[in-house]
């Protein structure tokens, strides 16, 4: 059986309950509870550790290592002042050889904490046990004393259990990460969990259509038979897709409570689907809030058909190509054709096994946009911030409207870097003006008059571009996968990159390594693999997964693997043979050798 999730768009006019917003707000709260509790284990553990002698001294060779860290950065911040250039010499070496000895210090902690387990183990298991208690005291306080819905308290701990094993993967790794707290902005995901009791009905849906069914006191959603579905016109869809859900939204002073939701269905889940949640989830744009519904079934697996189509390797990218971002690499095992309809986004060589996939520039032209507007809201933000700080300045500093007990200066404005907090600030004095202050306000007015439409402007048009991206994404890995009787991918580490680049981990220049990271971010070519991956798994195609280590190194027709990259006249250079090659389509011929797990049998010379 496969998991699905399908969703449908909430009408953008529909207004918050309070019911909603109070749940919003009840899973808000149990999240900062829950990383509050996350944090006092931290500090248990760390006092566990420390009592351990080795472990102690690793730790403080560990803190010496990082404060020198800190000062090597400042001293290469310092000299490259606001002007951003490349350092280099035996400042950048020190800097280095610093971030080295962490990672050293970092690996010997590792091993003295292996080493010493099996001495606190009990200690350890002690703390996790109280982590326990603590989650069931928190859902006798939420939920069987408060109006928190339980399904919801299950979903926001398994979110929470789920994020501290991403962040215990990435300290073994070596690399800083921590739980952060947000303050509540309105935004959040209620859910509803269908159970089944033994001998009851089943979770299909017509079951949770049916108003009067088993399933009413908590989902409602309205369905039609595919094949019916598919037999109206899009018009016809659209129209009778416009539909009410009613589901649960937990309770308020303890009377359970529901919400009427008008939404937009697309398409319809198979008679034989057994749905097991739903969700509501609610996010910002710009000063709005936007919604959708997400229905979790499952169904059943695709009919195990044998694929004849080729081994397609799609290697992962981000490079200019004057009309157009190049998102990945593709080669086939043998010639394959690509539909007309397609052309645009998949390109395809005169030999049918090779192409590239590509981002029409339409995409990052209107990301550049709103990062246009995004300048224009920050110099308006500049110019009103510089009005604030100067009545203040001559005003003295005023009880703080965030906490009456302390004093607002000019200087703490002046360090306010974005216009959330002079948003926030001309709130605060409207409700309760200082004496003195209309000129000021007024000023605030104004200027908050005009920003909230360049924002919006900015966010629907980030947004609309992500949305065209990904629908791109998603028809190109449908008729890839559609050709393909195997796709091969890699296990490039996005996420790795993106640090490596903030750290500057490049002998590029800051000024070309801003530009490809921006590059990356327009692209998202990780978005293009997770959808290849999934549409493989709704159609049934095997997925292999081979290592991206050295893919552009290696010469397809020597097997010669270099050392480092030497390109010249955009040709890379192969360090064994001397023949000169196409780095990226190299790397996806090495795909398919690595993938076939002979990666010394012949291979193509492009």
């Known amino acids: 059986m496969a998991v699905v999730a399908v969703t449908m768009g909430v009408h953008y006019r529909w207004e918050l309950p309070p019911a909603v917003q109070g749940q919003l707000r009840l899973a808000h709260a149990l999240r900062d509870e829950l990383v509050t509790a996350q944090y006092e284990v931290d500090a248990a553990l760390k006092a566990v550790w ?123 790794q070596g690399r800083s990460a921590n739980l952060n707290r947000r303050r509540f902005d309105g935004t959040g995901t209620i859910t509803v969990q269908l159970q089944r009791e033994a001998g009851g009905p089943p979770r299909s849906p017509q079951a949770v259509a049916d108003p009067a069914g088993r399933y009413r006191n908590l989902l409602v959603v309205p369905w039609t038979d595919p094949q019916q579905w598919a037999a109206l016109t899009r018009a016809e869809q659209r129209r009778r897709g416009r539909v009410t859900v009613r589901m649960r939204c937990g309770q308020t002073d303890g009377q359970p409570q529901w919400i009427e939701v008008p939404v937009q269905q697309h398409r319809m889940l198979p008679a034989d689907a057994e749905i097991l949640l739903a969700r509501l989830t609610v996010w910002r744009v710009s000063d709005q809030r936007r919604a959708q519904i997400s229905l979790v079934a499952r169904v059943s697996d695709p009919p195990d058909l044998a694929r004849t189509g080729p081994d397609v390797a799609v290697r992962l990218g981000w490079r200019e190509d004057g009309e157009c971002l190049i998102v990945a690499d593709w080669r086939a095992s043998r010639p394959i054709t690509i539909g007309e309809h397609l052309r645009e986004l998949v390109s395809v060589d005169a030999d049918g096994m090779t192409g590239q996939v590509r981002l029409p520039r339409s995409v990052p ?25 100067d009545w203040l300045a001559a005003h003295g500093p005023l009880p703080h409207p965030g906490d009456p007990t ?158 480092t990259r030497t390109v010249v006249d955009g040709a890379m250079v192969c360090a064994g043979c001397g023949q000169r090659y196409d780095h990226h389509r190299a790397a996806t011929a090495t795909m398919l050798s690595r993938a076939s797990g002979d990666e010394h049998a012949a291979r193509p010379t492009r």
């Open 50 to 172: 420390s009592q351990v002698p080795q472990v102690a001294a690793a730790e403080e060779t560990l803190a010496a290592a990082q404060r020198e860290v800190e000062a090597a950065e400042q001293v290469v911040a310092t000299l490259r002042g606001d002007t951003r250039r490349r350092v280099t010499g035996p400042t950048a070496a020190r800097l280095a050889e610093t971030r080295k000895t962490v990672r050293d210090a970092r690996v010997r902690r590792r091993t003295e904490i292996n080493q010493a387990r099996e001495l606190v183990d009990p200690q350890i298991r002690e703390i996790h046990q109280q982590l326990y208690a603590r989650h069931k005291q928190l859902y006798q306080q939420y939920c069987t004393d408060g109006d928190l819905f339980w399904a919801t308290f299950n979903a926001v701990v398994a979110d929470h259990k789920s994020t501290m094993k991403k962040i215990a993967a990435q300290r073994k």
């Open 406 to 563: 302390q004093l607002l200066h000019h200087t703490e404005v002046a360090q306010w870097a974005g216009p959330g907090r002079l948003a926030w600030l001309h709130q605060q004095w409207s409700q309760q003006p200082p004496d003195g202050a209309a000129d000021i306000i007024g000023v605030l007015q104004r200027w908050r008059h005009t920003d909230i439409p360049v924002w919006r402007r900015q966010e629907h048009s980030r947004r609309k571009a992500m949305r065209r991206r990904r629908d791109f994404y998603r028809q190109v890995a449908a008729h890839l996968v559609d050709l393909a009787g195997r796709v091969v991918v890699d296990d490039l580490a996005l996420a790795d990159v993106s640090a490596a680049a903030a750290r500057g981990d490049s002998a590029l220049h800051p000024q070309v390594r801003r530009a490809v990271a921006q590059r990356r971010r327009v692209a998202a070519p990780g978005s293009l693999r997770e959808l290849l991956v999934a549409a493989a798994a709704r159609e049934g195609v095997a997925v292999t997964t081979v290592s991206a280590s050295g893919l552009s190194r290696t010469h397809p027709a020597c097997g010669h693997l270099s050392a």
């Open 365 to 389: 032209d209107q990301v550049g946009y709103a990062a246009t507007l995004g300048a224009q809201r920050t110099e308006a933000m500049l110019e009103t911030r510089a009005a604030v700080v």
